[in-house]
């Protein structure tokens, strides 16, 4: 068992690059070394035709034009693009931000960054299920809201927000809507026509993909989103963001977020049946255990359980052979219990009770079935121990 590698169940956090991946981006880290933009020779015309291709592959699959796509080193990047340049567009007119309390830090800390230098900032409550009311954001806009910003994946609970009907919302005001959307591209159909968004941020770590890229949709028309740079330098990706573009990773997460389209449906249904198997398991042998969020209005591969009694975090340490997380691992350690499920109105013991679960491409029924067994096992051994 000690030289076994252990059961990879912790797919919200980060994904493992796809073999198929590495491939395209390998002549991208050894002979095309090419800077993009130095396009009076060979060397930077192909890494700019790289980039070019990578640009409409990344654009088509989330229904957006190649110019709509601006490089980022990530989902939080995206987000600070997004929220902070929103901000600073016309301080002092259109100042305030509207969030809800179970978005990731990227964006909860930059709102509350941003409330630090004067801006407003409104954080909408969700309800038990994790799911915020499209009429709660109508009635927190006024003429001087500068963005929304709500997520369409939760990346705790997996909880799908209503995001067609929350864009809708404030189009009908006139007032620009962000998602970060970086748990939810590669798993679930998105197209940021069909949803309305003008802001959408993504990142390919989460898709099986590089760490370190991502990239922020910006919609360039009907209407165009504006949007304040807040990195200077060369004026790369229209000004939006400047910086030397990694076409290494830019070509890497194309390859990826195509092959998740490829596979989505497939892949989520099965996702979903080894999910459902994994709670039925745990739940119909063991007393105590209950599923946060919404059942249904969830990501296919996402369970978040509270096992009664246990602490979250002495499970896991007892687990060294099934990796899960409690709370969320992209949060650094924090000892606080998570803001999440503290949202969703559970305490803060049961929130310490609480555990992570996130399904991935590589995981298999056996996996599923071995996980079941040793979680089982640990949660009975520290129940019987604290009788
Ligand atoms: C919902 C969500 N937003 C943003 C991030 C941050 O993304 P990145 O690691 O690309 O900065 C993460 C996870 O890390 C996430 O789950």
């Keep these: 068992m000690a030289d076994r590698r252990p059961i990879y169940l912790d797919h919200h956090a980060t994904t493992p690059l796809d073999a198929r991946v590495l491939d395209a981006m390998m002549p991208f880290l050894r002979d095309d070394f090419g800077n993009a933009a130095s396009v009076i020779h060979a060397f930077g015309r192909r890494a700019a035709a790289a980039v070019d291709d990578a640009r409409e592959r990344v654009a088509s699959a989330i229904g957006a034009a190649p ?3 601006v490089f980022t080193s990530g989902a939080t990047e995206a987000n600070n693009l997004a929220i902070q340049g929103s901000a600073r567009l016309r301080p002092g007119h259109r100042d305030q931000l509207v969030t809800a309390a179970t978005e990731h830090p990227a ?4 709102c509350e960054a941003l409330a630090g230098e004067g801006f407003g900032t409104t954080v909408l409550p969700v309800d038990a299920e994790g799911l915020l009311d499209p009429a709660a954001v109508e009635a927190a806009l006024d003429d001087r809201t500068a963005l929304v910003s709500v997520m369409t994946a939760n990346n705790e609970i997996g909880v799908l927000q209503p995001i067609r009907e929350i864009a809708a919302v404030c189009r009908e005001r006139g007032v620009p809507f962000h998602t970060d959307a970086a748990q939810a591209v590669g798993k679930l159909a998105i197209d940021v026509e069909a949803l309305g968004v003008d802001l959408l941020s993504l990142c390919a770590h989460k898709f099986y993909g590089p760490k370190g890229i991502g990239a922020l949709f910006v919609r360039r028309r009907r209407p165009r989103a504006r949007l304040k740079p807040v990195q200077y330098g060369g004026g790369h ?4 963001r400047s910086g030397t573009l990694p076409v290494a990773l830019i070509v890497g997460m194309a390859r990826a977020l195509e092959l998740c389209v490829e596979e989505l449906e497939s892949e989520s249904g099965r996702q979903r049946e080894l999910r459902d198997r994994l709670l039925a398991a745990l739940s119909s042998s063991c007393s105590g255990v209950t599923c946060n969020g919404h059942e249904e209005q969830r990501l296919p ?3 978040n359980l509270t096992f009664d009694g246990v602490d979250a975090d002495r499970l896991l340490l007892a687990l060294p052979d099934v990796a899960i997380s409690s709370g969320s691992a992209c949060t650094t350690a924090s000892p606080r ?6 949202a969703l ?3 803060e013991a049961r ?3 609480s555990v992570r679960i996130g399904l991935g491409r590589g995981t298999t029924q056996g996996e599923v079935d071995l996980a079941a067994r040793r979680i089982l096992e640990e949660v009975r051994a520290q129940r019987s121990a604290a009788a």
């Design 67 to 69: 110019d709509e796509i």
């Design 107 to 110: 964006v909860l800390d930059v």
């Design 237 to 240: 990706e229209g000004g939006l």
């Design 301 to 303: 591969g996402n369970l």
């Design 337 to 342: 219990p998570s803001h999440v499920l503290l």
């Design 345 to 347: 109105g559970l305490s």
């Design 351 to 353: 929130a310490r009770a």
